[in-house]
C-alpha cells in the first residue's frame, strides 16, 4: 500500500509527528532533493492565524539560520505552506527544516526525578557553554535556555536548539512581548526577566546554572505551585547550595553553581567562557569502580544505591568508556617469541601468527 506523505515546497516529504512543544510540533521529513532524513517544525494549526507567533516562529530561523556550531541545531530552510482547510478557506502555516538529531533531550533524562552523575552533568553544560559563547559573538540571547531545548545525540554530543524566543542584543529590551506576558520557562527564569527588564548574555547564564543545578541534585532550584510563585522566587529567594541535597557535590562545584545564580548580573559570570572554565577547573569525586557493579553517588536523605538500572545509550558511552583492547606485550628474553627455537628472535616484532601456537623447547 502506497502512502502519500504532504510535501512542502515540492522538497520536503512530511513523515510521522515526532515531537510538540507549546507553539509547534515536528515531524519526521525527507528531502527528496539532497536525498537526507531532516526535522521540520510546523506552527500549530490552532495558533497558525496569530501574529505574534508567527513573528516568534520567523525569528526562530532567522536565530538559527545566522549559527552555524557544532553544538547548536542547524536550519537548513524556512518557508510558509498554504494550506486549503474544509470549510474552503485557506491558511499560511510557517516550517522550518531543520537537523535530525537521533537521541534524547535532557528533561527526558531527567524524567525520573534522578540526579545524574557529576561528570556527565558536567560534561553537558560544558556543551551548553560552548553553544552559548558563539551565540553570545554573534549577538543572540537564546533566553530559554531548559532541559527540554537541550539534546544528546546517540554519539554523546550536545545540541541547543528552540531559538523561538532569542533576540539580537540590540533589540533584547523586548522581553515582554505585546500581550506583555513574561518570555521564557518558570524554572529556568532569570530574575530580570522575571521582573521585565533588558536580557543580555548573563541571562542566558542564569538559566545554564539552573540547568546545572538541575542535573546535580535532580530538580530546579526554586519550586512552587504557580509559574508567578516561582518567579518571585528567583527576583527574592536564595537558592539552597547543590551540596545541601546532594551530599557527595564538592564545595567548588557549589560555587560555581551559586556563583551563575546571583541576582544581580554584575555578581555572576560575565561570559559563557569564564563559567565553562570554571567549571572545568572543579575537582568531583573519582570514579569507583566496583566489579559487575555501577558506581553509585550517596545521597544525604537515602542510602546510597545505582543510579539507574539503565542509562541511554550516549550517557552510557559517557559512563562506561568501552576498555581499550589488550595489545601484546613486546617480547622479552623470557617471553616465548624470544626463546631460541619458538618463532622468530626478539629482534623481530610482531611475531607471525603461528609464532603464538609454537611449543617451549623441551631440551
Known amino acids: 500500500m502506497t502512502v ?36 521540520i517544525k510546523l506552527l500549530r494549526s490552532d495558533i497558525a492565524g496569530d501574529a505574534t507567533f508567527q513573528e516568534r516562529f520567523r525569528r526562530e530561523a532567522q536565530s538559527a539560520a545566522a549559527l552555524n556550531h557544532p553544538s547548536i541545531v542547524a536550519v537548513y530552510d524556512s518557508g510558509e505552506e498554504v494550506f486549503t482547510q474544509a470549510d474552503g478557506s485557506i491558511k499560511q502555516v510557517p516550517y522550518i527544516v531543520m537537523e535530525y538529531v537521533e537521541g534524547h533531550t535532557v528533561r527526558e533524562l531527567l524524567g525520573d526525578g534522578e540526579a545524574v552523575p557529576i ?146 548580573r554584575d555578581d555572576r559570570y560575565q561570559d559563557a567562557a569564564h563559567m565553562r572554565t570554571e567549571l572545568a577547573a572543579c575537582p568531583w569525586p573519582p570514579r569507583r569502580w566496583t566489579a559487575g557493579r555501577r558506581p553509585t553517588r550517596p545521597r544525604s536523605s537515602r542510602t546510597a544505591r545505582p543510579l539507574r538500572p539503565r542509562r541511554p545509550p550516549a550517557l552510557r558511552r559517557l559512563r562506561y568508556p568501552p576498555r581499550t583492547p589488550l595489545r601484546p ?8 617469541a624470544a626463546t631460541p627455537g619458538c618463532g622468530r628472535s626478539s629482534l623481530s ?15
Request: glycine content about 8%; hydrophobic content about 40%.
Open 4 to 39: 502519500h506523505h504532504q510535501v512542502l515546497a515540492g522538497r520536503y516529504e512530511v513523515r510521522e509527528l515526532i515531537g510538540r512543544g507549546g507553539m509547534a510540533e515536528v515531524h519526521l521529513g525527507y528531502d527528496t532533493r539532497l536525498n537526507r532524513v531532516v526535522a
Open 119 to 264: 561528570s556527565e552533568a558536567v560534561e553537558i553544560v560544558t556543551g551548553v557553554l560552548d553553544a552559548l559563547e558563539y551565540s553570545h559573538r554573534a549577538g543572540i540571547v537564546h533566553r530559554d535556555i531548559k532541559p527540554g531545548n537541550i539534546m544528546l545525540t546517540s554519539t554523546g554530543m550536545v545540541k541547543v536548539m528552540d531559538f523561538g524566543i532569542a533576540r539580537a542584543m540590540e533589540d533584547s529590551a523586548a522581553t515582554v512581548t505585546q500581550q506583555h506576558a513574561v518570555v521564557g520557562t518558570a524554572q529556568y527564569l532569570s530574575p530580570e526577566q522575571a521582573r521585565g527588564e533588558i536580557v543580555d548574555t548573563r541571562s542566558d547564564l542564569y538559566s545554564t546554572g539552573c540547568l546545572l543545578y538541575e542535573l546535580l541534585t535532580g530538580r530546579p532550584p526554586f519550586t512552587g505551585d504557580s509559574a508567578v510563585a516561582i518567579a518571585y522566587q528567583h527576583v527574592r529567594e536564595i537558592p539552597k547550595p547543590p551540596s545541601a541535597i546532594a551530599a557527595d557535590i564538592p564545595e567548588s562545584l557549589d560555587r560555581v553553581v551559586l556563583k551563575a545564580l546571583a541576582k544581580s
Open 329 to 336: 606485550r613486546r617480547p622479552t628474553s623470557r617471553s616465548p
Open 349 to 363: 616484532w610482531p611475531p607471525p601468527p603461528w609464532s603464538w601456537a609454537c611449543s617451549w623447547p623441551t631440551g
